[in-house]
């Protein structure tokens, strides 16, 4: 027995001891691409020496003699930090990360060349100025100094997750950058997704005002009747059925709700207390693990620029010099037409033109997939754009038999000089130079708000398309592609796109809400992103005479739903304070505690209070009841909660009330009652999940930002080590904004929301402040990974300073960048 206990005791010490080297094998690996801060680097094709310092926050400060170096020292310090996000992300625009991840990304990449975005990246570079070109080159020279560097003095192959992928690194072109910005674009447009389902809603819902009570216009002046789908095409069956909905997390194409938001505002000098110009920008986008945002300064010829950029992209997107501060906003312009385009009978490679049949273009294209066989795909594409499969959008739920779903989109510019125009715009010094330099912006489409020393500005910039005014369906439904009307007519002059310069009020921004009322085809949108924000904002700015950064910063951390404020009201009308005493622990007592708590909130969604998941909840639930019998599996789409479409019900617009009667139950059901039993339907499902306490629940708990890595998120073990996940406050409606997942057994995850926080104050602009949502590095051994994620969970920032001293003095390590001698 003593032998025995021996030699257990030396296996479980031999165990451990494997496990150990084991682990510290792993370590060290993984830990060998953490990059040098702190190093003199011997590089090929740069002319003169670049200094990057960075300084306490890993926020790197790229100081060179000419553009060219500074372009490349930037493309330098992104290959450190996100080197394999700027793998992740070429390869999702180039259709190529199956040959990574195998089948499970198959059809991404299917998609992705289907779009043919890389090829186009490739030919729009020839479209760039002399600057541009020079900017994009230094750039990709900087990014594969960098793999040259890991290559030479194997670094670990640059990022851990390389080990646990064979992705060989190719070396970065021009055109990739460019992709990459299309790639953006394409993850922040919405109206693709918005057009099929306004058309499947329309089989559903023959009552046009029910169709506008579930898919309401934002407050303003009507929208003209248009046709119902089913007479644009008859032969569609009224109740299609296609596979749910479902994107890998490397996939660009988002449902409309997480398509792109943010937040911008301005004050002018007469509006601000130091007398100085105001500017606070939060774009959101979804959240991931880096943020896709990524913090540089850049010390130009023309002055710093110092802001947001994205890996791969050499450009300050968000930000500010010392003369110009300028911010982004999804406009929610109309840059999307969908098309059904009909076959030849007589030959399926034809589809029907306003002169004819026409032959499709075509090519095919092989996709190589890990461990499987290469797949071969025919890309076909018609005058209107590339022809997709029924799958995407459930596209194939609205297109008759004999036709197929095409796409027109200016993403698909093959002249695309959105990269030229974000250049120059770091160079203007002025909101009349800014507004010039984005004349050339083609997409994605943004609000840009610009701020100098003496003015604001906000500038709707992107191309939009020129409708013919007889257009069928106004671009709101898929139309006949052979219709010439419904063809796009070329694109609208720059001048027409919705301008605001210097306003009398001295205050402007946007919410992403509707921002002009223009008759069709100079609407710009008839889809928008925000009724509810822009209500708490306007409250904010208009409730002080001036402004400062800090009331800036109150209002971009502002927690307050006017939804809730407003609905519960209406919602709760004939429940509030009636009935007798319920006995203790039965459903009724559990309800008139919840409306209790909900009667004295004031609308704050706290992430330590129980009344915002209460509300939530109960508003959440009652929209599904309201629309599960009209709709039936069709109103699984509809995952987020449309406030107009409970007040509509809710104050009986135009009949909305009969949403309230379950048509296919014999009684007449109210509002009343469906508020009721939504209430009860809430408490039961909290009660099962968080307990049945309802003060000691904490919204924060529901609602945890979840910034997870996109590879590696749901791996085992590894998941905790690589996501970052916090409690937060806000909402889908609070001005922080807290994009709801809106699905699954978890559906008030924070999934979407402001990755990047910046605030400008152009009385002392080195008292500027910015803020990313994780941290600078893409390793997650380094201490840069998350070390940001806390000061934005508490609504704190770091020094936004173009001081080069100042980020000296507390710098975690300086890179010289020397040139090879020839």
């Known amino acids: 027995m003593a032998l025995l206990f021996r030699w257990l005791v030396r296996l479980a010490g031999a165990m451990l001891v494997l496990s150990v080297l084991v682990v510290g094998s792993v370590y060290w690996l993984a830990s060998r691409s953490l990059p040098d801060y702190n190093a003199d680097v011997v590089v090929p094709n740069l002319k003169r020496p670049v200094e990057i310092v960075r300084d306490n926050a890993n926020v790197p400060h790229i100081l060179g003699t000419k553009d060219e170096d500074v372009f490349f020292g930037l493309g330098f310090a992104h290959a450190q930090d996100r080197l394999w996000q700027m793998t992740t992300l070429r390869r999702t625009a180039q259709g190529r990360l199956s040959e990574v991840f195998g089948a499970q990304t198959l059809d991404v990449d299917k998609l992705m060349r289907r779009f043919d975005i890389y090829a186009l990246s490739v030919a729009s570079f020839e479209a760039l100025d002399e600057n541009t070109q020079l900017a994009l080159t230094s750039y990709a ?49 919405g109206h693709l997704d918005a057009e099929v389902i306004r058309a499947r809603t329309s089989l559903a819902l023959p009552d046009a005002d029910r169709l506008r009570d579930i898919l309401p216009d934002a407050p303003g002046t009507g929208v003209a009747a248009l046709p119902r789908y089913a007479a644009l095409f008859p032969d569609v069956p009224k109740f299609a059925q296609t596979e749910p909905y479902t994107s890998h ?102 589809y029907r033109t306003p002169d004819g049949f026409k032959k499709f273009r075509t090519r095919a294209s092989i996709i190589t997939v890990k461990d499987q066989d290469p797949v071969t795909l025919t890309l076909r594409w018609t005058d209107n754009g590339p022809v997709l499969p029924g799958s995407h959008y459930n596209l194939a739920s609205i297109t008759p038999p004999g036709t197929v779903a095409a796409v027109n989109w200016t993403v698909l510019s093959q002249r695309d000089t959105t990269m030229q125009a974000a250049i120059d ?94 008759p069709f085809p100079n609407h710009i949108s008839f ?72 009667a004295g909130w004031s609308g704050e969604m706290n992430e330590h209070l129980p009344e915002p998941l209460i509300y939530a909840s109960w508003i959440r639930a009652l929209q599904s009841r309201l629309i599960q019998d009209e709709l ?39 509002c009343a009652d469906m508020a009721r039993l939504a209430l009860d339907d809430a408490l039961l499902e909290i009660s099962q999940k968080y307990g049945s306490g309802l003060e000691t629940l904490r919204w924060g708990d529901a609602h945890q930002a979840t910034q997870d890595h996109p590879v590696l998120g749901d791996v085992p073990l590894l998941r905790y080590f690589v996501n970052i996940r916090q409690s937060t406050s806000g909402g889908d409606n609070t001005l922080m904004r807290g994009r709801t997942k809106g699905t699954g057994p978890d559906p008030f995850q924070n999934v979407h929301g402001a990755g990047y926080r910046g605030v400008y104050d152009f009385a002392d602009p080195d008292s500027s402040v910015f803020v990313s949502s994780t ?38 390590g300086v890179t010289l960048l020397i040139p090879q001698a020839q």
């Open 632 to 670: 039936g599996p069709l109103a699984e789409e509809f995952t987020q909660v449309e406030p107009l479409f409970i007040e509509r019900v809710f104050r009986d617009v135009e009949g909305a009330s009969a949403w309230c009667d379950v048509f296919q139950s014999a009684p007449i059901e109210t």
């Open 141 to 189: 020279a900087g990014v594969n100094a960098r793999l040259d560097q890991i290559n030479s003095e194997a670094l670990g192959r640059g990022a851990p997750e390389m080990f646990l992928f064979n992705a060989p690194m190719a070396p970065w072109r021009p055109a990739d950058s460019i992709a990459i910005v299309k790639l953006m674009a394409m993850q922040m447009s």
């Open 249 to 350: 997390p490397l996939s660009p194409f988002k449902r409309i709700a997480f398509a792109g938001a943010s937040n911008a505002w301005a004050a002018a000098p007469s509006r601000s207390a130091s007398g100085g110009t105001l500017l606070a920008n939060d774009p959101h986008l979804s959240f991931t693990a880096p943020t896709i945002w990524y913090l540089a300064r850049l010390e130009l010829e023309a002055g710093g620029v110092i802001g947001a950029t994205i890996p791969g992209v050499p450009a300050i997107l968000s930000g500010r010099s010392n003369d110009l501060g300028w911010g982004i906003t999804s406009s929610y312009l109309d840059d999307q037409d969908v098309y059904i385009e009909e076959l030849n009978p007589a030959n399926r490679e034809e």
């Open 425 to 518: 715009l770091m160079n203007a010094k002025t909101v009349a130079a800014g507004i010039e330099a984005t004349s050339l912006f083609i997409a994605p489409s943004q609000n840009l708000t610009l701020v100098d020393r003496q003015n604001i500005a906000m500038k709707t910039i992107g191309a939009a398309p020129k409708r013919d005014p007889k257009h069928q369906s106004q671009g709101r439904l898929p139309s006949p592609g052979w219709i010439q009307t419904n063809r796009w007519q070329g694109m609208l002059p720059y001048s027409s796109n919705p301008g605001f310069v210097a306003p009398a009020g001295g205050i402007l921004g946007n919410t992403n809400n509707k921002m002009i009322d223009r």
């Open 527 to 598: 889809e928008w992103g925000d009724t509810q924000r822009v209500q708490r904002w306007q409250r904010l700015m208009q409730s002080r005479q001036v402004h400062t950064r800090d009331s800036f910063i109150e209002a971009q951390l502002d927690t307050v739903s006017f939804t809730a404020r407003s609905l519960l009201p209406l919602v709760g009308a004939e429940l509030w304070f009636t009935g007798e005493a319920a006995p203790a622990n039965t459903p009724e007592a559990l309800r008139q505690q919840a409306l209790e708590l909900l």
């Open 775 to 812: 941290g600078q590095s893409g390793h997650f051994l380094s201490r840069h990974y998350d070390d940001l994620a806390q000061l934005w969970r508490r609504g704190e920032y770091i020094p936004m300073s173009l001081d080069q001293e100042l980020a000296r003095a507390a710098s975690v």
